[in-house]
Each structure stands twice: as C-alpha cells, then as structure tokens.
C-alpha cells in the first residue's frame, strides 16, 4: 500500500502519479488535500508519514510545489527518512543507501514524465544489505530522533 499526500501546488502531480500507480495495478491511500484551495503541507505531509509509520502504508509519495516543506515536515516524524529527489539517481540512491520510506517530488520543479520515472526507481529500488555500513548510518540517524 503506498500512502499519497500532496498540497494545491501539488495535487494534478499526485493525480498524474494516482492514475500511472492504477495503471500499474498498485494500491494507493490518499491523505489529501483533495482539491485545489490553499492549504497547509505540514498537515497531509504528517498524515502520510504517521501511515507510513505505523505500517498501514509501505511507502509514501509527497508532492508539493518544490517537494522541500513535504520533505521537511515529514522528517519530523519519528522513524520517517523521507527523500526529496529531482532526479532518478538520487532515488535509486535514497532506497539502497539510505532506505528511504517516503518520496517528495516538486510539481513546479519537474514534468509528470521524470516524476514518474523518478516515483518507479524509488518504488522498485530495494535497500541494499550487502553493506552493514548504510543500516548502522541509518540506525544512528533514528538513535538521534530518541535522544531528549
Ligand atoms: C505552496 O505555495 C508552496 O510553498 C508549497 O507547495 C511547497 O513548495 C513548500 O515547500
């Protein structure tokens, strides 16, 4: 299940991505916004992190106009390693190095054609186990988030 959430200046991106992942036969939940009215990122970012979080959602795909206040809002939530990416290495980087679990994407920064290639590297890409270096990087990120 892939958790979907997206601001106004992200919505006809999320929906482009909606209708590729239904073509693609894979299950979505959309966190919203649904319409195109002015609203607050952090709110949809949170719901589909906590998704993600809890393991009702496997991945997350945010989109906003720049990916970068998505990303950020969800990278306050404890366990979230949500990666803001522009381009296909950086996605292929994010799943096998850094285990990424959520995606952001900018609406305003790329077309829907590199968005979905970038969303199908990330969802295709697995983490990379064969080097215990990259689970011990990310285990010292998470030790941070438990630190008061
Ligand atoms: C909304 O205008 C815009 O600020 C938002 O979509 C996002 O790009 C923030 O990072």
Redesign the pocket.
């Known amino acids: 299940m892939i958790a979907v959430a997206s601001?106004?200046?992200?919505l006809e991106l999320k929906k482009e991505i909606i209708g590729q992942l239904e073509l693609l036969g894979m299950s979505y939940r959309d966190y919203g916004s649904f319409d195109d009215s002015?609203c607050h990122?952090p709110e949809y970012a949170f719901k589909a992190a906590q998704a993600v979080v809890s393991g009702e959602c496997d991945r997350g795909l945010l989109f906003?106009?720049?990916?970068?206040?998505?990303s950020?809002a969800a990278n306050k939530v404890p366990g979230v390693r949500c990666a803001c990416c522009s381009d296909v290495y950086s996605a292929a980087m994010a799943r096998s190095h850094n285990n990424a679990n959520l995606l952001a994407l900018?609406?305003?920064v790329l077309g829907a054609g590199a968005a979905l290639e970038i969303v199908k590297t990330f969802l295709e890409t697995p983490f990379d186990l064969s080097n215990p270096r990259h689970k011990q990087r990310i285990d010292m990120i998470h030790a941070c988030e438990r630190r008061k």
């Open positions: 601001d106004h200046a992200g002015s990122y906003c106009g720049t990916g970068v206040g998505m950020i900018g609406a305003r």
